[in-house]
């Protein structure tokens, strides 16, 4: 069993920052063999893939939507992935989930979510 719980999300104006963090734990988890991802989900709209970070935090994909305003990170003495937003869309406003055991070619097939945290971007 796998927990990951995420935090960070709020409210924010366009243009803002924020900085999501997701805890993992498991009894027989290991954050440091895992790689790890963040997706978001928009009303209406199916989950989408935002970033991710392979175990060694050496490599990392993102989606096209977020490259240069988005950076995933990870600690592994703490467990802990994160996902820094800057330059915040209105676009961005949706509840954002982290995933662990991820897998394929650009970490996009995860075996282990979230809960999920919102995000609004104000005008």
């Known amino acids: 069993q796998v927990q990951l719980v995420e935090s960070g999300g709020g409210l924010v104006q366009a243009g803002g920052s924020l900085r999501l963090s997701c805890a993992a734990s498991?009894?027989?988890?290991?954050?440091?063999?895992?790689?790890m991802g963040w997706f978001r989900q928009a009303p209406g709209k199916e989950r989408e893939f935002v970033a991710a970070i392979s175990w060694s935090g050496s490599i990392t994909h993102y989606a096209d939507s977020v490259k240069g305003r988005f950076t995933i990170s990870r600690d592994n003495a703490k467990n802990t992935v994160y996902l820094q937003m800057n330059s915040l869309k209105l676009e961005d406003t949706a509840v954002y989930y982290c995933?662990?055991?991820?897998?394929?070619?650009?970490?996009?097939?995860?075996?282990?979510w979230g809960q999920g945290t919102q995000v609004t971007v104000s005008s």
């Open positions: 498991g009894r027989t988890f290991r954050f440091s063999n895992s790689n």
């Open positions: 995933a662990a055991d991820c897998s394929g070619t650009r970490l996009t097939r995860c075996a282990y």
